[in-house]
């Protein structure tokens, strides 16, 4: 059974930093497409960053720059660095994993809190 465990989430102040974790289990990790998105209260859930089985990087035009995502396959696991951080990056952040093999599964997400 595939299952995605976010951690790292947790209240900063603007302009500060923070790494979110994504543990992965119940899968062949490489062969997974792999990406974080984000859900604000009253928005929609939109992509933040993601990265392919090849280590491609995609970014969302609002955090390019300042969010950094990158994994181990080694540890089953994805990160994303976020710096300079701002308000409205405050939303609910989940990992997601993508294959033909595996199908798309998401995990619980962790909030992130930026405050002015």
């Known amino acids: 059974q595939v299952q995605l465990v976010e951690s790292g989430g947790g209240l900063v102040q603007a302009g500060g930093s923070l790494r979110l974790s994504c543990a992965a289990s119940g899968m062949i990790f490489s062969i997974n497409d792999m990406g974080w998105y984000r859900q604000a209260p009253g928005k929609q859930r939109e992509l933040v960053a993601d990265?392919?089985?090849?280590?491609?990087?995609n970014y969302a035009d609002s955090v390019k720059g300042r969010f950094t995502i990158s994994r181990d396959n080694a540890k089953n696991m994805v990160f994303l660095q976020m710096n300079s951080l701002k308000p409205e990056d405050t939303a609910v952040y989940y990992c997601n994993s993508y294959s033909s093999y595996y199908g798309n599964y998401w995990g619980q997400g962790t909030q992130v809190t930026v405050s002015s």
């Open positions: 990265i392919d089985s090849g280590g491609n990087t």
